[in-house]
């Protein structure tokens, strides 16, 4: 089984990149899958999930240890329940993509190819304009500040899972910088990048 | 024109996979050659040049800015002659993959694709036991404090020339962990990655 794992910067266009890939290599695609999952498992609603996993996320993990116990229970349900569908996942025993959730450090055992893309900040903007509508109004200054928080939720949550740092390039098999690409043509070079990293 | 920039970690295999790409791809080559141009252009022998170049390096750099006057003037002509050099490759105006020397940052405004090669320690181990023979007697313990010194050497060079951090992935375009990977199988993808990329 072949599993690749993609981490990626706010705008970078990791998920574009993923959907493509799993296509281009016929393998499963794993992204807003995972939180329906864990929204059966916890019994919540899958924006519930999602503002838990996302939104709490960061304030669960700023949170002093010793006032965990006051915490929303919930949270913890739907951090568990994420880790128990990537390995749910993973049992299935199919080729997949896996879009974020630190797939590439709770699946580790797996060996997967662990993909992190990342780009400037402008080519980020440009594509967070192009492709998500709810921030056609926000100035640049708002866009970034968004970027900041999504990535440093991202990046807490990798590094309570992992207790690695998130973007270190020791922790992902391949960088890929998208700045001033055009995505659709990175994604059948790395579609064979990983064919031949999994032969060996 | 097409540049290829290789910055890579001693022992990760950068130079192996930089030859292999040139010949896949049948770009020009340039490592060595780059040290015997220096030696012609500051008329001292290569050896001189390796030695200024590498060694006093990490000396100069440590050194705070009053002192340089005082310092071996040689070292700081072999730096002048190495940036020189890479700008008169860049002049041929031929595809090529140029190793280290900081090209991807000198040659910036070329717009090179600029790749970053790495590794675990364990990995970098055994590549520098298989590929060079005054480390057959050396201990894991000598071995790492020779990678940590070049490595060192290579970061402070970087730093100089281009005012940005060494290894730090915003430099690159794109960055490739090496880690247990049979070198000749990833040299395929990374070409084609190269000619896509090119294309854009």
């Known amino acids: 089984m072949n599993i690749i794992t ?10 574009t990149i993923g959907r493509a890939l799993a296509e281009t290599l016929g393998y499963k695609y794993y992204d ?10 916890v019994n ?3 924006e519930e999930v999602m503002k838990l996993s ?3 996320k960061a304030t669960f993990l700023q949170m002093p240890f010793e006032n965990y116990t006051g915490m929303d229970r919930r949270s913890v349900d739907v951090l568990r329940a994420q880790r128990q569908v990537l390995l749910q996942i993973a049992e299935k025993n199919e080729n997949c993509v896996i879009i974020g959730r630190s797939g590439g450090a709770i699946l580790g055992d797996e060996h997967p190819l662990r993909l992190f893309i990342y780009a400037d900040t402008q080519t980020k903007l440009d594509n967070i304009r192009a492709t998500q509508e709810k921030y056609a109004n926000s100035t640049d200054k ?4 968004t970027m900041k928080r999504i990535d440093s939720i991202r990046a807490a ?6 207790g690695e740092q998130w973007g270190d390039r020791n922790n992902y098999d391949l960088c890929i910088n ?5 995505m659709k043509n990175l994604v059948k070079p790395i579609a064979d990048y990983a064919v031949s990293w999994f032969e060996d």
């Open 142 to 145: 708002q866009i970034i500040r």
């Open 44 to 46: 919540l609603s899958e």
């Open 32 to 41: 807003k899958e995972i939180i329906q999952e864990i929204a059966k498992q």
């Open 6 to 15: 993609i981490s990626r910067e706010f705008g970078s266009g990791g998920r």
């Open 54 to 56: 996302e939104e709490n």
């Open 178 to 182: 998208t700045s001033g690409c055009a």
């Open 157 to 162: 949550y990798f590094e309570l899972v992992s």
